[in-house]
């Protein structure tokens, strides 16, 4: 199974910017999807964005036009560009890995708090 770790968390002001990474331990170039996750404290884990193979994306609709969601297969690297921050937008932050039915992989998660 591959092995996915993110980076790029931390704490923030309110209308920052993070840029998260999820780089993978193998080729990404013919994965079908990929994407990022979140979850806050006592809440369930939920869609932030997917990339797909073709490069076409998806977003929830809480961070349409702040987030943005990027694959650099040469570097099997996954990115989430997040502006405009919110409180809450506070979670721990998931990359996932879509490779086939039934083969889905997890990173550790990195923490985001948006708190003045």
């Known amino acids: 199974q591959v092995q996915l770790v993110e980076s790029g968390g931390g704490l923030v002001q309110p209308g920052g910017s993070l840029r998260l990474s999820c780089a993978a331990s193998?080729?990404?170039?013919?994965?079908?999807?990929m994407g990022w996750y979140r979850q806050a404290p006592g809440e369930q884990r939920t869609l932030v964005a997917l990339i797909f193979s073709r490069g076409t994306t998806t977003y929830a609709d809480s961070v349409k036009g702040r987030f943005t969601i990027s694959r650099d297969n040469a570097k099997n690297t996954v990115y989430l560009q997040m502006n405009s921050l919110k409180p809450e937008d506070t979670a721990v932050y998931y990359c996932?890995?879509?490779?086939?039915?039934?083969?889905?992989?997890w990173g550790q998660g990195t923490q985001v708090t948006v708190s003045s």
């Open positions: 996932y890995l879509h490779a086939a039915l039934g083969d889905n992989s």
């Open positions: 193998r080729s990404i170039f013919s994965v079908p999807t």
